[in-house]
């Protein structure tokens, strides 16, 4: 008896052993249909859209209202309309419970051309490639002495390893410049020079800066220099010493 007893005990540890990892299946099974059940997408909302419309935005993510909140790939959304909407240099996407995805966008301009064939290169300030034109507007000052390399639009900007650390610099001279009121009188940028970083300032100036120099504490020394000028005046600004700068007239 004793002998049947152990031989039936063994036969149910054998059967629970199988039974834990299908039971555990089971109940994943049931927290996936769950999930599809309770968090339906049935609504998404866009923001911080001006240049492209709601729905260009929401073609560009791919997405289809009715599909699950916590099974998208938001990587693979945000890579999407990156990469499809050019303009777009930021994407941040958020879930609302129950049912909403919010798309949040950051939309960036054109800071700058760089000329290709019959034509220019729109970058933004981060470098995106935004699209190919006729010419470079009003406030783009156009980088010159370097060629970008295979350029295709919403990719980064690549001038080629030689010149990829003065083309970060004079990206930074942009973003400075923008945050002190300064890009639209730059006028261009020469990256072609590997001993300082040249650019035209106000169709008067030829500006001249170290290129391992804080940008933007190079620009508030230029703006200071301008000040003390008469309008009329034009020439060289030189501002290759630390705490000092030099104006050479035309």
Not at 6 to 35: C, D, E, K, Q, Y
Not at 123 to 140: D, P, Q, T, W, Y
Not at 173 to 193: C, F, P, Q
């Amino acid at each position: 008896m004793a002998r049947r007893r152990n031989n039936r005990r063994r036969r149910r540890g054998r059967l629970s052993f199988l039974w834990r990892p299908l039971g555990a299946v089971v109940a994943v099974a049931a927290m996936v249909a769950a999930a599809a059940l309770f968090f339906r997408m049935d609504h998404i909302v866009v923001s911080g859209n001006e240049r492209y419309a709601e729905q260009e935005v929401l073609d560009a993510s791919g997405l289809e209202l009715g599909s699950n909140l916590y099974l998208l790939n938001k990587y693979a959304v945000k890579e999407a309309i990156f990469t499809r909407l050019p303009y777009v240099e930021e994407v941040r996407i958020n879930r609302k419970l129950p049912d909403t995805l919010v798309i949040e966008v950051s939309e960036c301009e054109a800071a700058a051309a760089v000329e290709d064939g019959n034509g220019v290169w729109l970058i933004s300030a981060n470098g995106k490639l935004l699209e190919r034109a006729n010419a470079a507007g009003v406030g783009c000052p156009l980088l010159t002495g370097e060629r970008l390399v295979e350029p295709e639009v919403s990719a980064q900007a690549d001038f080629g390893a030689a010149a990829a650390y003065r083309a970060n610099v004079a990206l930074t001279l942009l973003r400075e410049a923008d945050s002190r009121g300064m890009r639209d009188k730059i006028e261009r940028i020469d990256l072609a020079d590997e001993t300082a970083l040249n650019f035209g300032y106000l169709y008067r100036f030829a500006v001249r800066i170290p290129w391992t120099a804080d940008v933007g504490y190079k620009l508030e020394s230029l703006a200071t220099v301008v000040d003390y000028l008469e309008v009329n005046e034009t020439g060289r600004i030189d501002l290759m010493t630390d705490g000092k700068a030099s104006f050479i007239p035309q």
